[in-house]
């Protein structure tokens, strides 16, 4: 059974002037374990420079 995760990540980006800064980004990821989140969350955000801060199960039942 599907449940819903939290999932945080850093996401590393140019600015205009060229330095390289973070940005963090929180996703809800409907998945079996935190394995499936992570795998959802590597392709979803593939070819970005990013790194997974945390995967937390929610309380959300379900999005209607």
Not at 27 to 49: C, F, M, Q, R, W
Request: net charge negative; aromatic share 10%; proline share 2%.
């Amino acid at each position: 059974m599907n449940q819903y995760f939290r999932c945080k990540v850093k996401v590393e980006f140019e600015t205009e002037k060229g330095q390289v800064k973070y940005r963090g980004e929180e996703y809800i990821v409907s998945a079996v374990n935190p394995t499936d989140v992570e795998s959802k969350i590597v392709e979803h955000l593939k070819g970005s420079d990013f790194e997974i801060v945390s995967i937390s199960v929610t309380k959300i039942v379900d999005i209607i």
